[in-house]
């Protein structure tokens, strides 16, 4: 069980950039493998970004691949997710997630596994 708060999201136009934070605490935090996930409002839930507890390999939905990187601190206990060329389909609430597996389907992560979520809003 991990505690995830996120942070950093907002209002931007196409083109800027955003950088998400993710805050855990509770079990050992590089022990998971980390996520970012998105849900735009009607939509389900999306994998956005992975990366492994040593940060060697990172997994990237097709859409953001290019313009989205995912970077992990363990001393920090933080995850973060670097948002550039941010188009308006990227509008959505960003979630993190913790998980000992990669998983590219929300329904795969535990429920006691995710953030609150933070707001990215993109404008045209």
């Known amino acids: 069980q991990v505690q995830l708060v996120e942070s950093g999201g907002g209002l931007v136009q196409a083109g800027g950039s955003l950088r998400l934070s993710c805050a855990a605490s509770?079990?050992?935090?590089?022990?998971?493998?980390m996520h970012w996930f998105r849900q735009a409002p009607g939509k389900e839930r999306e994998f956005v970004a992975a990366?492994?507890?040593?940060?060697?390999?990172?997994y990237y939905r097709d859409s953001v691949k290019g313009r989205f990187t995912i970077s992990r601190d363990n001393p920090k206990n933080t995850v973060y997710l670097q948002m550039n060329i941010l188009k308006p389909e990227d509008t959505a609430v960003y979630y993190c997630?913790?998980?000992?597996?990669?998983?590219?389907?929300?329904?795969?992560?535990?429920?006691?596994?995710w953030g609150k979520g933070t707001l990215v809003t993109v404008s045209s």
């Open positions: 990366i492994t507890w040593t940060g060697a390999r990172t």
């Open positions: 509770g079990r050992t935090f590089s022990s998971y493998v």
């Open positions: 997630a913790a998980s000992p597996v990669v998983r590219t389907v929300a329904a795969g992560i535990a429920a006691d596994s």
